[in-house]
Structure formats: C-alpha cells, structure tokens
C-alpha cells in the first residue's frame, strides 16, 4: 500500500514536471512530430523512477531514523575548520570522547543544536606525547649501565595533532547499540612534513597503551619488576640497558595484543582504509626504541573481517596483517630495509613492500613509519600462490607457521648439508632436491654485498617452504629463503665497506660453508655476487634510489628527529646519506678483491668470471 501511494504521488508529479522535456528530448531526437507517451511507457519509466527514488532515499533514512550512526562529513584532510554533527541515532543517547578513549554513558553526550568545531588541533596541550615512561631511555642515571644511550627527549613544542571523534549510541539501559570513529586532519596543506606520503591514524584506548600493568607501550610494571628484582644481577658496567631492560613493550602474543582502528589515507589523502583491528608491540631490541614498530592483525572478532579490506600494496590482495615499521636500529633515517627491498624485489628471496607514512596516534603525531607487509602463510599465499595450509614457515630457528613435524623436515634439511661433504655431486644434488639453490645464492649474495655482520647469519634468517609438493612453481616443497630487518649499524655504511663479509659467514655459518666446498655453487655465488653489484646495487640505481629518497623524505624525517629528539638532525642525514652513496660506488671493487682472495684470479678466469 505504502508503495503504491509513493508511486502514485510520484507519477503525478513527475509527468507533470517532466512530461514536456521527455517530449521535446523525443522530437529532438527524431526530428519528427512530438510523439505522445503511451499510458503504458508512463507506468514503466514512473516505476524504474520510483525505485530509483526509494534506493536513493535509503541510506539517508538510515542515517537519520536508525540506529547506525554517521557522521555529517566523513574523515579526513580539510583546508579550513568546520561543524562536525554526529547523524543518526534518534532512538538513543549519544555519547562522545575525544582522546581516543572508548565512550561510556559518563562521557559528554552529543548535542545535535550544538554540532563539534573541527579545527587544526595542533595548539591542543600535548598529551601522549610528554610521556616519559615509552623507554627506559628516559629514565635517569641509566648511563652507568650502558652508553649506547638514545638522548630521547619530549617535544617543547604543540607537536601537529588530527581530531578524533569517538561515538557511541547507548539505549536507556546502557547498552551500546553502535559507535564510529574518525580522524580529521585540518590546515595540514600548509604543513610541508606531510607532502606526498601515506598517513596512518592509529586510535585506541589510552589505557591500551599507557597503563602502568596494560599498556603495551610503556615500560609499566615489567620494568619495575625487573628493578626491583632482576637488576642485582646485573653487573653496571657490563649491562646492556637496551637489550635486558624489559618493559611492558617487551611482552609479545595474544594476551599483549589491544584492540583499536586503524585508517590509511594514500599520498592524494584519500582514505583507503577504516577498520578495527588488534595491535602489538614488533622488533626484538628495536622495541625499546622510540618510535615502535606496530603489529595490526585483522580479525573477526573485531569487525567480523579476517582481512584488511583494501588494496593496501597495490598486488590485488587484502592482507591479513600489516606493520607500521618504525626502521628498528635505522629508526632516525629509516633508509636501509627501504632500499634493499626495493631494489632486491628482482632477485629470487621474498622481499617486503614499503610505502612512506606519517602515523598519528589517538590523535597526535608520532613519527615517520613505513606501512610493510608480514610474512606469514597469508603472505606466502598471496605472492607464490601456495594454500594457507601448505606452508612451513621458519625464522630464527622457530617454527613460525606449521606443526612439529615440519619442523623436523627443517632440522633434516640442517643436518643432511651440514654433515655431508657437499663436494661430491651426489650429495649437493641431494642437496639442491631440498632448498632451492638459486633462492640461497641470491639471498646470501646480496646479504654478503650489503656487508651485513653483526647480527646475521647467525640471526635474523626466515625461510620457507611448502610442505606437501602441488605441482605449482614454488609448491616443489624447498626450502626459500626472505629478506628482513637489514637495518642494523653492521650493513651499507661508510665504517663497512671493507668488511669481509665472505669470510665472516664462512667462519658463522655452517650450511653457506658445507655448499661452499662445492665447484658448482662456487661458481654460481660468485657470478650472482658480481651481478647483484653490477646491476641491482649497480651505483647510478641506488643513486637515483636515493635521490627520490631524500626528496620525499628529508622533510618528513626532520619532523620525526625533531619529535622524539628536538633535533633535526639536518647534518647527520646528509652525511648518513653520502656514507651509503660512498658505500655502494666502491664496495663492488671491495667485493671482487675478496673474491680474488679467496678463489684465486686463476680459478675465477678458468670459471669464466670477470670483474
């Protein structure tokens, strides 16, 4: 009935509105006689328009009679300040906060005469960001123990802030029918720190972050529990602070993950993404660092999406997990992983993708990041095309994906090579049936050209197989090899350049030497050595590598220095960045010279390799 009072009324008008121009557009048209509209023509184009007005006027009864709550501008960059009203929600009450914490019925209720001003927060008080309990960098007198001290320091400034609204819809009982969050960055096209990057908006219950026994981000009660406990035991002038001083940043799985909302807004500032998500604390040592790297999980139990839903790194997959990667031990200018991802993205290991962002968190800005990827069977997945359930995935010595027999096929692996005499043929055919050969040589070669040492290869390796053979490419059930965490002080600086790399793993790993008493693999390592030198880390490539680099991000790091150092750090970057550029333009000499060394400029000519 309703319907055919809606159709009724809107026939009507319409016809009488509009009867004349549909004529004129036929004779127009035709260039005849204005053909008269049938009864029948009428009822169908009144219908088709009907439904047309019905599905339009939808959402917006939604937005104004039921119970989803909306908000009258959508977040997001905004040139001037604004009125932001809070739709929806007429059978309830409608509570707010605006420092990231989740509403209750004893937070200010939103008064619909009376919508929210919406201006540049930046002059709002510093918050989060006056913390001095985010490191034990901070604490006082802890040079005794160590002097690789980070000079932390909190801004004396208005650091730039975005406004965060948080609302929820409550009934007469209390319960809580909806909520929205959103982010709205305002007058951030005169800020020139923020120009053609990425934004991340991370927004979480203070207490998730800051409580002295829930925070993930603080050193909490872990610390003072190792103070009081643990730190006799240490001798003061041998105690490495950074390594052994836990806090609550320390803590890892599930029961250290907290809930939250992440939104992404690409470098044209349009949002790609708004979800509910889980977030930890990642790194090892880095953690203690300021900014942290950022762990957000998608879950069903958050948003009922065990996916990110969006197109996040432009490969037509929605991953399941993505980091917010503050540069671990690179965290000042962040460089290192960035290029040798980028660059190593050709060569036959898994590499990351990684895309510039600024991240604000509840609200206040928190340093320069990456948003990357995770390896995980998701990632395995969605690049090599192996099923969830196929993959075997190991990193330092632990299991990472799959169960305790797969793990035993990874020791036989171990164990077959390392105590084998891989010279003879049969043993390194064997050999090359279990990892894909040209995966190892790749990745050690460009590890070894980047002089990385310090914490690798006895550290910091993840490789991966599929653990039942699909007759696919990569589903042969070897074991390959992922590039990670290469951004440590041993790796592509001017102090490294004459490290001996080849011979540092010869002496730290003992598969690389077991396979490198073969010819044949010899011969191959070297040739992809000097072609990882003279093409993926060729000089001109990593020169105009850099070059984006810096015109991206020397304005962007500067803030980042600044926020958690009250320093730019202008002269450090520019030499930070003419130690690699020095770096690569003569580490390939550097290279050859071990190669003469150690196999002979006799054997290298016999082998058909020149430099």
Known sequence: ?????????????????????????????????????????????????????????????????????????????????????????????????????????????????????????????NVYSMRTDTSTGFLPDISQYSADILPYAVPSYSVDKCNIIRASLFDSTGNCLDSIIGAYFVGFQKKDSYQDIYTASIVTSPVNLFDDDTGIYVTGSTLNQFLENDLATEDPGTASYIVSWNGNY???????????????????????????????????????????SISCYAREIYNGNSNFEANIFKTDISPHKLVLFAGGNDNCFK??????????????????DFIPCAMFLDGEYWGMYYITEDYNADYIHDHYQIGHNNVIIIKNDILEEGSYEDYQKYEEMLSFIHNHDMASKANYNKACDLIDMDSFIDYYAAQIYIARHGDWPYSNIELWRARENDGS???????????????????????????????????????????????????????????IGRETFAPEKCNQFIDQYVQIMKKPLAASNMRFYMDEKPEEFEQYVTDIRIFFENRYDVVWDFLVQDMGEEWLAENGIKK
């Open 1 to 125: 009935m309703m319907f055919l009072l809606k159709y009724r009324i809107v026939h009507d008008i319409m016809w009488e509105a509009v009867g004349i121009k549909v004529s004129n557009y036929l004779y127009e048209s035709r260039k005849k006689e204005v053909i008269p509209i049938s009864t029948y023509t009428k009822q169908v184009l009144t219908i088709v328009f009907t439904i047309a007005v019905i599905l339009a006027a939808y959402p917006f009864a939604k937005l104004y009679n039921g119970n989803q709550l909306n908000f009258s501008e959508p977040p997001g960059y905004y040139d001037s300040p604004f009125y932001l009203s809070i739709l929806g929600g007429k059978g309830g009450t409608i509570h707010y906060t605006l420092d990231g914490s989740e509403p209750t019925v004893d937070d200010p209720v939103f008064d619909r005469k009376n919508p929210l001003y919406i201006e540049d927060a930046t002059n709002h008080p």
């Open 250 to 292: 320390c803590n890892r799985g599930t029961d250290w993950e907290r809930e939250a909302h992440i939104t992404l807004f690409d470098n044209q500032r349009n949002m790609i993404l708004s979800q509910k998500c889980g977030i930890r604390i990642k790194g090892n040592i880095s953690r203690v660092m300021l900014p942290k």
């Open 335 to 352: 460089l290192k992983d960035y290029l040798a991802n980028t660059l190593g993205q050709d060569l036959r290991f898994a590499t990351m």
């Open 473 to 531: 490419l990569y589903g042969d059930g070897k074991w390959r090899w992922m590039l990670f965490d290469v951004n440590s002080y041993g790796s592509m600086s001017l102090q490294t350049l004459s490290h001996n790399t080849l011979s540092s793993v010869l002496e730290e790993d003992p598969i690389f030497t077991s396979l490198y008493q073969n010819k044949e693999f010899r011969r191959k390592f070297a040739e992809r050595l000097l072609y």
